[in-house]
Nanobody, 123 residues
Framework: VKLLESGGGLVQAGGSLRLSCAAS????????IGWFRQAPGKGREGVSC????????YYADSVKGRFTISSDNAKNTVYLQMNSLKPEDTAVYYC?????????????????WGQGTQVTVSS
């Protein structure tokens, strides 16, 4: 399983970005894709995740109402639309995948990780 993130960049506070996570074809019956982020000097934090089979989603409180996760199954791609960005959203954003049906942002529950894409929000 290979994951490739794209779409990061520099944006002013209040702006928007859309991240993409292109995945190789999965052979699992069901799986979840999650977005995580890691700011300098901090641990990796779960942002949002989506379950492949029914599109169920989950968001961290810090991004609820501002970020939206979605998927295009035909393209094997998951998106993270980020609106109303704040300087504290600055981080390297990673997508990750794992087989199974659980909706969780626990990093230990994800087996495959991308290389990350930098998001910088200026004040």
């Amino acid at each position: 399983v290979k994951l490739l993130e794209s779409g990061g960049g520099l944006v002013q506070a209040g702006g928007s970005l859309r991240l993409s996570c292109a995945a190789s074809r999965f052979t699992f019956d069901d799986y979840r894709i999650g977005w995580f982020r890691q700011a300098p000097g901090k641990g990796r934090e779960g942002v949002s995740c989506i379950r492949h089979s029914d599109g169920s989603t989950y968001y961290a409180d810090s991004v609820k109402g501002r970020f939206t996760i979605s998927s295009d199954n035909a393209k094997n791609t998951v998106y993270l639309q980020m609106n109303s960005l704040k300087p504290e959203d600055t981080a390297v954003y990673y997508c990750a995948a794992a087989p199974g049906t659980a909706i969780t942002l626990a990093t230990s529950w994800y087996d495959y990780w991308g290389q990350g894409t930098q998001v910088t929000v200026s004040s």
